[in-house]
């Protein structure tokens, strides 16, 4: 079964600085990898994707992501942090069932980003 | 806003009870999916339903059942409430080309269950 792993529960960074948010994947094939982003009391927002090509991924609100095979990670950066950029963020791995074909999104536990003046 | 539409956005009731969610999905979206966000277990796949088949189906209670009605919208019905089902619902759409890789899911707002 397809899997990721978002080993901080929560990540402090000053506005200004550069965020990273980790995620490591576990998957069989080639790896269809998702970000999305939570603010309080709405509903997960996507941010970019990862499918194939460029390893390094381009998103919404400054965002992006690289990609790293033989690392097996896909980490969201962003070069300088906004205290609006303060939420939950997902790491998600798209997976297939083999008996239907059909397809849903696996997430990883989630990863609090705090971002201070 | 998501194009995505859940009802109700908060919902409080007592243990035992029965209640309904419901989710209309964006324009031209024939995929609908139930996620269910508690803080012990983060985000977990319940179903999903593909133009009014169930096509997938995750960590879904016996208690819970969902369809989806010809005109695309879902229920998801909870039944025999208990505390632990207390979260948040979300529901997600896409559109065919999303086997493809080409689109991504779109989460409504989520609705918000408090068993008490």
């Known amino acids: 079964a397809q899997s990721v792993a978002q080993p901080e529960d929560q990540v402090n960074v000053a506005e200004g600085n550069p965020l990273t948010v980790k995620c490591t994947y576990s998957v069989s094939g080639n790896p269809y990898l998702f970000w999305y982003v939570q603010y309080p009391n709405r509903g997960l927002q996507f941010l970019l994707k990862?499918?194939?090509?460029?390893?390094l991924v381009k998103g919404s609100y400054g965002f992006e992501a690289e990609f790293n095979k033989s690392q097996t990670s896909f980490h969201l950066k962003k070069p300088s942090a906004l205290v609006s950029d303060s939420a939950l963020y997902f790491c998600?791995?798209?997976?297939?069932?083999?008996?239907?074909?059909?397809?849903?999104?696996?997430f990883g536990s989630g990863t609090r980003l705090l971002v201070r003046p | 806003d998501s194009g995505v539409t859940q009802t109700p956005k908060h919902l409080i009731t007592a243990t035992g009870q029965r209640v309904t969610l419901r989710c209309s999905p964006r324009?031209?979206?024939?995929?609908v999916y139930w996620y269910q966000q508690s803080l012990d277990q983060g985000l977990q796949f319940l179903i999903q339903?593909?133009?009014?088949?169930?096509?997938a189906k995750g960590n879904i209670l016996e208690r819970f059942s969902a369809q989806q009605f010809p005109d695309l919208h879902s229920e998801l019905n909870l039944s025999s409430l208990e505390l632990g089902d207390s979260a948040l619902y979300f529901c997600?759409?896409?559109?065919?080309?999303?086997?493809?890789?080409?689109?991504?899911?779109?989460f409504g707002a989520g609705s918000r269950l408090t068993v008490l």
């Open positions: 997600a759409s896409s559109s065919p080309s999303w086997d493809s890789g080409a689109n991504v899911l779109t």
């Open positions: 324009s031209g979206d024939l995929s």
């Open positions: 998600a791995v798209r997976e297939r069932s083999w008996m239907d074909s059909s397809y849903k999104l696996i």
């Open positions: 990862y499918i194939t090509g460029d390893n």
């Open positions: 339903y593909y133009n009014g088949e169930e096509r």
